[in-house]
Nanobody, 121 residues
């Protein structure tokens, strides 16, 4: 089992920045692949960015050049740096992990509880 706890969500103005964190605990050997997903009201959960065991990253087209996924293996923590935020980035952001490379599809085995990001003027 892997437990994931997100933090860092907040309300910001358009153009602002936030950094989300996801602390992993438990059997973290099962977290070879990790990712960030988001879900807006009335919408399906969508992949934002993923990172593999050796650091390979994939981003959704909508966030390329604005968001950066990274991890600190020593701290078992995943990050998502979000810059140039837009109102359409408003959603609940979830951290996910699995030993299978699901990439940007929301089929990961382990999920956090989510953290709210609101971008509004």
């Amino acid at each position: 089992q892997v437990q994931l706890v997100e933090s860092g969500g907040d309300s910001v103005q358009p153009g602002g920045s936030l950094r989300l964190s996801c602390a992993a605990s438990g059997y973290t050997d099962s977290a070879s692949y990790m990712g960030w997903f988001r879900q807006a009201p009335g919408a399906e959960r969508e992949g934002v960015a993923t990172i593999a065991l050796f650091g390979q990253t994939i981003y959704a087209d909508s966030v390329k050049g604005r968001f950066t996924i990274s991890k600190d293996d020593a701290k078992n923590t995943l990050y998502l740096q979000m810059n140039s935020l837009r109102p359409e980035d408003t959603a609940i952001y979830y951290c996910a992990a699995d030993r299978i490379a699901w990439l940007l599809t929301p089929r990961y085995k382990y999920w956090g509880q989510g953290t709210q990001v609101t971008v509004s003027s």
